[in-house]
């Protein structure tokens, strides 16, 4: 029995070692895991609290590589399948002093885009909590959209509180109309969605923050969106009507973007899971995206519970939202 799970495709990363260097010349790179969802899973554990991980992984290296390392997390992984037929998806990762760094995917007909709704059909949800989804997995193949929908509907009728994240993969798509009929219609099964100031403008066609945030709480049975605005802060707005912009943390230099989002998404449903309020669990939310992108993996700058309250002290926060579980 976990509090939290997620679905999704991992994927391991190989992040280059050596600076604005171009993919093709990189000789030396760090073998880690990644994926959105798997981020978040490790994310949450990391923070005190249960978590599973569903997804599927192949017969191969790159696939015993991943279900050693999610064990060694302490994620469940009884619904971590294992396919002998396809392969495990990977990533290279160039390592940048500036800017956003290039990643070249190895993921198309991986083992995770061939899961189907019957792998997610018969899964234990007792005793979870909270769900997280995001719009990568339905972007793999047709099989595991209707994965990714089978999941969200089971969440809804279990009564677990859903969080989705568009996490726009415009390259992993066949056409752009695609991808933004997909990726609303899942967040209709979000009771909180996650978006871009900049996906929105893609989505909705508007980056204005209230704007986004009207076209989700009017989408489905959304009750709060929160909308990145990268470092300045997040924005957040509920069905009701209260809304507030939470400020972003200054860092004393950004290392790497990667995992920044995921790192958000751990800080609200970890802040949420323990009953904190929407401003409580958006400054937790900033605190770890702040925190990730000043590390090079998709994922190592997710903090402890210790670590969290190191941050807050640094930068004079205070601790009314963290609370050891």
Same mark, same amino acid.
């Given at each position: ?21 171009? +993919? ?41 590589? $991943? ?7 302490? $994620? ?49 949800? @007792? ?17 595991? @959209? ?15 509180? %859903? ?16 991808? +933004?009929?997909? +990726? ?7 009771? #909180? ?23 989700? %709480? ?50 609200? $449903? ?17 605190? +770890? ?28 926060? #205070? ?7």
């Amino acid at each position: 029995m976990t509090e939290f799970i997620t679905l999704g495709e991992p994927l391991v990363v190989f992040c280059s070692t050596q600076a604005d260097c171009s +993919i093709e010349d990189v000789t030396n790179f760090n073998k880690v895991i990644g994926g959105a969802e798997l981020n978040v899973a490790i994310g949450v554990q990391r923070l005190g609290h249960s978590s599973e991980y569903v997804s599927q992984v192949g017969a191969d290296p790159q696939g015993e590589f $991943i279900q050693k390392r999610i064990k060694a997390s302490h $994620i469940d992984v009884n619904n971590l399948k294992q396919s002998k037929k396809y392969f495990t998806g990977y990533q290279m990762k160039q390592l940048v002093t500036n800017g956003d760094p290039y990643v070249f995917n190895f993921r198309k007909n991986s083992a995770a885009s061939h899961l189907t709704p019957k792998d997610v059909s018969s899964i234990d949800l @007792k005793g979870v909590k909270f769900a997280h989804l995001t719009g990568i997995l339905a972007a793999t193949s047709e099989k595991a @959209k209707k994965a990714s929908e089978t999941f969200a509907r089971r969440i809804n009728e279990a009564n677990i509180i %859903l969080t989705f994240d568009p996490n726009l993969r415009p390259a992993m798509w066949p056409d752009k109309e695609k991808m +933004i009929t997909t +990726i609303n219609y899942l967040a209709k099964y979000a009771d #909180i969605v996650l978006p871009g100031q900049n996906e929105g403008k893609i989505l909705v066609g508007s980056d204005d923050p209230e704007k986004i945030a009207d076209f989700y %709480l009017n989408n489905g049975q959304t009750k709060i969106v929160f909308v990145k605005t990268g470092a300045k802060g997040v924005y957040f707005k509920t069905k009701m009507g209260n809304a507030a912009f939470v400020p972003g943390f200054n860092v004393k230099k950004v290392v790497d973007t990667v995992g920044a989002g995921d790192g958000f998404a751990v800080g609200i $449903i970890t802040a949420l899971m323990e009953g904190k309020n929407y401003v409580q669990a958006a400054k937790r939310g900033n605190a +770890i995206g702040a925190m990730q992108v000043q590390t090079h993996g998709d994922n190592d700058g997710y903090p402890t519970y210790n670590q969290l309250i190191d941050f807050y002290k640094e930068y004079g926060v #205070i601790q009314n939202d963290v609370v050891k579980v």
